[in-house]
Nanobody
């Protein structure tokens, strides 16, 4: 009932920045029940790890590996969440997935590739 679509991935040099966007859509009732949106990432051969989350109230949480470099923000009126990524390193290379939690459900996006390389 809730669809999430990511965008903004690409190739960036070490030390560069990218801003990922995620839009949630679906029936009004389901979308209105979204209480948290966030980002996971998965590198080749690695597990899918939590990057950051943001509640409807605007409370953010971050993985230790990205604290001080990444910033998550939400636009509740537009049902969107963003991830500003600064000071990127090759270790940040991964497919980034947007998630939305609503009621007892979780929706996942298809992912957007972020590659950090010189």
């Amino acid at each position: 009932q809730v669809r999430v679509v990511e965008s903004g991935g690409g190739l960036v040099q070490p030390g560069g920045s990218l801003r990922l966007s995620c839009a949630a859509s679906g029936d009004i009732r389901s979308v209105s029940r979204i209480y948290v949106m966030g980002w996971y990432r998965q590198a080749p051969g690695q597990q899918r790890d939590l990057v950051a989350t943001c509640t409807t109230a605007g409370s953010p949480s971050y993985a230790d590996s990205v604290k001080g470099r990444f910033t998550i923000s939400r636009d509740n009126a537009k049902s969107m969440v963003y991830l500003q990524m600064n000071s990127l390193t090759p270790e940040d290379t991964a497919v980034y997935f947007c998630t939305a939690g609503y009621g007892s459900n979780i929706s996942w996006g298809q992912g957007t590739q972020v590659t950090v390389s010189s």
